[in-house]
């Protein structure tokens, strides 16, 4: 487990907006949590809210964490790190929940016990105008006379409350009065699913947490071995020497209804593997008409997905230069997580496959590439054997399977990898750097 990071924070509050003339630097995690049912929060003084970690599951296997204070006086909450979501949320009980639960830590968010909540009215002009950016239109709830939102998800996921503002502890203390969703209900299409319990919506919406504080660029690093990470939010000198090549971010002003606005969206111009340029036309990487087919970077996913024909390009060459490294499974009825059909049989009595002879594939973005090599190419399927075999996937996806009208580059394949999101200047860097290094390196600088 990496020791926590210690905390910088140079701030000051102005018209409910965190101002930043320093940065915060937060520790990183990815962990699995056991199912729990909705239950209240949990009371935390204020020398315990040092960030810790846990871990969200949609139907992904890791989802990025950070631990959060929350409310007065504050809870611990876990949230997901999401680039791909606007408004920030919390799991809250019913309102007859009035203590803390016995146990711990737990899951939700206990509003009843926070004298700073604040639950926002359908007449205000939070609920009628900046929540134009979500999916769904926010709408009043009749009985309550609240702002409700309901918000779904890829995996057929879903989750309504209300908007709501409350007190956010980010870094030493220092309180943010923030519009979060108050969700009182939940669906998962799978029973084993594990549910969430928390999100940080990090892209560029008037609800995100980004466009809250009025930072102008947040960076993260995301390792590999030891699960860990960094989350730097605003601006800061680092102590290690970087070499980011920057990709512009798309803009398209008309609305489209496939096209995400306020998504970190880049040109993806091709894909590589090993030195095979695939000839994927270029009409398939842009958006259509529609809007369909932008490439998002979006730390909320965990692997990557392409559009059928690029992906189906991907897959069939990926194919012909493993064909003597790797046995493809012949099984046309087995799709990992609905959208991972190229997999592969590993003998159990290896570790893992033999991952140095992999070719790498390099997403080539305008300006910038990422290449994802090795064990990040392949993930093993717990739980599945074939006479003798474990299951190895592909991590990449096709999106047409889920569905998806959009490529979608996910976090497992940004590990040691710093991601720097510049909204000042429209566009999002990327260098290659050990990120468990660069955690050890600002730990014992004692930032």
């Given at each position: ?73 504050p809870q611990n909450v876990t949230m997901v790190i999401d680039t791909g979501s606007e408004l920030s949320w919390l799991i809250c009980p019913p309102l007859s929940a009035t203590s803390p639960p016995s146990l711990s830590p737990s899951p939700s968010f206990l509003q009843n016990c926070s004298t700073s909540y604040l639950p926002i009215a359908c007449s205000s002009e939070t609920c009628m105008t900046k929540t134009r950016d979500l999916p769904s239109p926010a709408y009043c709830d009749k009985s309550s006379k609240l702002c409700h939102v309901s918000l779904s998800y890829a995996d057929a996921s879903a989750f309504e409350g209300n908007l709501a503002f409350d007190m956010f502890h980010i870094g030493e203390y220092m309180p943010l009065k923030t519009i979060f969703g108050c969700m009182s209900s939940s669906y998962s299409s799978s029973p084993s699913d594990t549910m969430t319990y928390g999100l940080l919506g990090m ?245």
């Open positions: 487990m990496a020791v926590p990071l210690p905390l910088l924070l140079i701030a000051v509050l102005f018209s409910d907006r965190l101002i930043l003339s320093s940065s915060i630097f937060l520790p990183l995690k990815k962990r699995y949590v056991p199912y729990m049912p909705v239950t209240a929060g949990q009371f935390v003084s204020p020398e315990q809210t040092s960030l810790g970690s846990n871990k969200l599951y949609f139907r992904h296997n890791i989802s990025l964490t950070i631990s959060l204070a929350v409310g007065s006086p892209n560029r919406g008037d609800l995100s947490m980004v466009t809250q504080m009025g930072t102008q660029r947040f960076s993260y690093c995301i390792s590999d071995q030891d699960s860990s990470g960094i989350l730097l939010i605003g601006d800061t000198e680092l102590p290690f020497s970087l070499s980011l090549n920057y990709t512009p971010l798309i803009q398209i002003s008309l609305p489209l209804p496939y096209f995400d606005r306020v998504a970190y969206s880049v040109e993806l111009q091709g894909i590589r593997v090993s030195d095979v340029v695939l000839p994927i036309p270029k009409s398939i990487l842009v958006p259509d008409h529609t809007g369909a087919g932008q490439t998002m970077v979006d730390s909320g996913t965990q692997y990557t997905f392409l559009l059928g024909p690029a992906y189906t390009l991907l897959k069939n060459e990926f194919i012909n230069q493993t064909k003597d490294v790797l046995t493809v499974l012949e099984d046309q009825d087995f799709v990992y997580q609905g959208a991972f059909d190229l997999c592969y049989r590993v003998p159990l009595w290896k570790s893992s496959p033999s991952v140095t002879l992999l070719p790498t594939v390099t997403l080539m973005f305008r300006g910038a590439e990422m290449t994802v090599a090795g064990e990040r190419l392949l993930s093993r399927v717990e739980g599945e054997q074939r006479d003798g075999d474990g299951i190895w996937c592909f991590t990449f996806g096709n999106s047409d399977l889920v569905p998806l009208q959009a490529y979608v580059i996910g976090h497992h394949h940004q590990q040691n990898v710093w991601v720097e999101y510049d909204i000042e200047n429209g566009r999002v860097g990327f260098a290659p750097i050990q990120c468990d290094v660069a955690s050890q390196t600002m730990s014992a600088l004692g930032l």
